[in-house]
């Protein structure tokens, strides 16, 4: 196993105790844990990359951690009320559609390649400073609104512009 695979499968552990330290509303815990998900997100790929670990399983996993970690960590956060329901069902249904999309590819015998594109990734970034600005300011007592909302907006812009991107590569790729 590689050291990259090794951080993804680490965050994919820390996915249940960050939902049940949200559930007991323990977010300075949950803080400090997303915190440490959201590090090995970064270092699993740069390490990766620089170690030569690249590996097919490696991708699928390390899709898999962000995906479940953002979705389970937002599913969490609504469960208090902390996130709006819309940027949920956003979030999420996303994720489903671009699923959807390499699931159709692959069964017309035209698999797309498994590529994450750079505005995902910076949807991925702002879903995980949305996420960690909300345990924080319940694990430090901020009551920054104005902050919370501009971030929510951001995530819901970032994540349409992602999947109209997404759609317009799989579109191309089917065509040709």
């Not at 993804?8 to 007991?24: G, Q, Y």
Request: with cysteine.
């Amino acid at each position: 196993m590689t050291i990259a695979n090794a951080l993804t499968l680490l965050r994919l552990c820390l996915i249940p105790l960050i939902v049940v330290m949200i559930h007991e509303r323990r977010f300075d815990l949950a803080f400090y844990t997303f915190t440490i998900a959201g590090i090995t997100d970064a270092l699993d790929g740069y390490l990766a990359r620089v170690m030569n670990q690249r590996t097919e399983i490696g991708a699928y996993l390390d899709a898999l951690a962000d995906k479940s970690l953002i979705a389970a960590s937002f599913i969490a956060l609504y469960g208090i009320q902390a996130v709006p329901y819309w940027l949920v069902v956003l979030v999420i249904f996303r994720d489903l559609m671009i699923v959807g999309a390499v699931a159709i590819a692959w069964l017309l015998n035209n698999p797309i390649p498994i590529e994450p594109l750079r505005i995902s990734k910076w949807n991925t970034a702002a879903q995980i400073v949305a996420v960690s600005f909300t345990l924080g300011a319940g694990a430090f007592g901020l009551d920054w609104p104005d902050v919370a909302l501009g971030l929510q907006g951001l995530v819901a812009g970032l994540t349409l512009i992602s999947v109209a991107a997404y759609f317009a590569r799989w579109f191309r790729h089917m065509a040709e």
